[in-house]
């Protein structure tokens, strides 16, 4: 008897059901929802004349972030039933431009006993949220609950409105979220009417709109690169040279090459110190751990001795 494949089996059966999903359904009729806002123009303007996406989308960090919503909205309001919780109340809100633009969607959690409105988001830990803060499209669809929100009744438009993004570390390394709040700013409306303006615009006339994303970006997130930027010339913006993303990433890295640096430095003139001590001074513990010789791809990789350097755990 031969074994089926199970894993690829699965792995279909979750493609499938992710597919079947009203925010897959709703992005192959060409709907644009609040989290499509504030990325990509261009993205934007191929779901809304309704363009098949081209290549496979990387499904499974989705998969894990929708999983880790329904586990925390489930917690939260076993633990606070007044509040509203996108998965479990089903709660829908449409917000109404000025112009005219309706953009719907699902709001996360909804606290009306204080005017807030937090939207749940997963992330490969938090180092690039704490340096850059909320990201335009994050905020744009925050913005968009709240305003719909208010449109609804469901929040009082008379006092002040909070609204927050609520970051999880998918990867588990970060154990607690960090929240991210301000004021609703009704100036933002603006912003975000044009930003729509523009992909309206594009589909309109025919035209692409703004592609707002570096290429090499592009190429590893999103499903319409090949049908976005199959055709273009290589050269074609290679790099976004003014995106403040490509920027901020690559002072990251210089910033992370140099802390390696001095880290090494610093193990190298701690370290003669601490050779043959095994102790602790009271807050850290100290224990010289022997690596015992192996042999790897036919040569011998020599024994050494591991310093670790530890946090002592509080009883």
Not at 64 to 78: C, D, F, Q, R
Not at 120 to 139: L, P
């Amino acid at each position: 008897m031969t074994t089926p494949d199970y894993a690829a089996l699965i792995a279909a059966d979750l493609r499938a059901y992710d597919n079947a999903s009203e925010r897959s359904q709703q992005s192959m009729n060409g709907i644009l929802g609040p989290s499509d806002i504030g990325f990509c123009r261009q993205k934007a303007a191929l779901v809304t004349k309704g363009i098949d996406p081209s290549d496979q989308k990387k499904m499974w960090a989705a998969q894990v972030g929708t999983a880790i919503h329904n586990y925390v909205e489930a917690a939260l309001k076993n633990a606070h039933p007044d509040w509203l919780m996108g998965s479990i109340d089903k709660i829908t809100v449409t917000a109404t431009l000025p112009d005219g633009a309706s953009i719907s969607g699902h709001p996360d959690i909804i606290i009306p006993s204080e005017n807030t409105i937090l939207d749940i988001k997963t992330v490969d830990g938090f180092e690039w949220i704490r340096r850059n803060g909320t990201s335009d499209s994050h905020k744009y669809q925050r913005h968009l609950y709240a305003l719909g929100a208010m449109q609804n009744g469901i929040l009082d438009d008379s006092k002040p409105v909070y609204v927050g993004n609520l970051y999880f570390d998918r990867s588990g390394s970060e154990q607690d979220p960090i929240l991210h709040i301000e004021e609703y700013d009704p100036d933002l409306t603006a912003v975000i009417e044009s930003w729509i303006s523009d992909v309206s615009y594009a589909v309109m006339h025919d035209e692409d709109a703004s592609r707002d994303i570096a290429p090499s970006v592009c190429a590893q997130i999103c499903e319409f690169y090949t049908a976005c930027r199959g055709n273009l010339p290589v050269h074609e913006g290679q790099e976004f040279t003014e995106d403040p993303q490509i920027k901020t990433a690559i002072q990251m890295m210089i910033e992370a090459k140099e802390a390696e640096a001095r880290a090494k430095r610093l193990k190298s003139a701690a370290r003669p110190t601490l050779v043959g001590f095994n102790g602790t001074d009271g807050e850290y513990q100290v224990r010289w751990v022997e690596i015992q010789p192996t042999y790897v791809e036919g040569f011998q990789r020599a024994g050494s001795m591991r310093l670790d350097v530890v946090p002592l755990k509080r009883g």
